[in-house]
Nanobody, 113 residues
Framework: QVQLMESGGGWVQPGGSLRLSCAAS????????MGWYRQAPGKQRELVAA?????RINYADSMKGRATISRDKNTLYLQMNGLKPEYTAVYYC?????????WGQGTQVTVSS
């Protein structure tokens, strides 16, 4: 089992920045991928950024140049800059192995003036 706890969400004005954190605990040695997803009201959950345990990184087209995913030991980060109102959503941390996906409880990000 892997437990994930996100933090760092909140309200920010358009053009602002936020850094999300995801603290992982439990059986993380077998994890081979991790990432950030978001879900806006009435929409499907979508990928924001992901990285493999080997360090390969993938960003959603809308977030290229605006987001940076990184990891420091058991914590996954998502730095977002130049935020737009359409990025308002609940952001979820995801860790996965070959069998199971683990999800955090989500952290709300609201971008508005």
């Amino acid at each position: 089992q892997v437990q994930l706890m996100e933090s760092g969400g909140g309200w920010v004005q358009p053009g602002g920045s936020l850094r999300l954190s995801c603290a992982a605990s439990g059986s993380i040695l077998m994890i081979n991928g991790m990432g950030w997803y978001r879900q806006a009201p009435g929409k499907q959950r979508e990928l924001v950024a992901a990285m493999t345990s080997g360090g390969r990184i993938n960003y959603a087209d809308s977030m290229k140049g605006r987001a940076t995913i990184s990891r420091d030991k058991n914590t996954l980060y998502l730095q977002m800059n130049g935020l737009k109102p359409e990025y308002t959503a609940v952001y979820y941390c995801n860790f996965k192995n070959w069998v199971v996906d683990y999800w955090g409880q989500g952290t709300q990000v609201t971008v508005s003036s």
